[in-house]
């Protein structure tokens, strides 16, 4: 939503600019300085999108820095109120919709759980209902000795929100918890 929103945004004002500016001097190929811009921080936006243990980082700082490039070219051709009311609503979608994201349950992330425990059999059972009651499917479930420890593996798709609640309810005295983003195994 954030990623969205910025680029709509920047893509709105940076047409809004070229237009006011070419109206201003009269001159309409002052149109071009703004495609000119826009390829120019389009690679600088590629180069902040990476690909992290099976997702892809970047987006919505990339799509910011579109924004944000449109504002500096709103400001800088004397559009102030528009550049500061442009402001507002990035700043507005990057801190709110990181609420409404979560809150939607719109940005889940496929994680490998490790839990270290003395005895697996209780765990197990508990480890079911969690995700049962979670409504998140578990996938790759193995049970298996780690040294004195029983280790109990699997992977699933959950949100920040969801792992925080994973955590609260598996990590107590004597048990060992680990929570790892990675890339899911299609077949």
Partial sequence: MRTGFCVALGAALFTIVSVEIA???????????ASNIVQG?????????????????????AATIFAVAAMGMAAGGGLYAV???????????????????DWLNLKPRYMLFRIFVDRADNMVSEVHGIFSQLKVG?????????????????????TTHQQEKVLVALCKPGVSCEMLPVERQNG
């Fill in 23 to 33: 109206r201003r001097t009269g001159d309409s190929s002052t149109t071009r300085i």
């Fill in 83 to 101: 550049s500061g009311i442009a402001c507002l609503f990035v700043l507005g979608a990057l801190v709110l919709l990181f609420y409404v994201e």
């Fill in 138 to 158: 578990i996938d790759n479930f193995q049970v298996s000795l780690a040294g004195e420890k029983n280790l109990i593996q699997f992977d699933a798709e959950v």
């Fill in 41 to 61: 921080i389009g690679f600088l936006g590629a180069g902040v999108i990476l690909r992290e243990r099976g997702s892809v980082v970047g987006l919505t700082t």
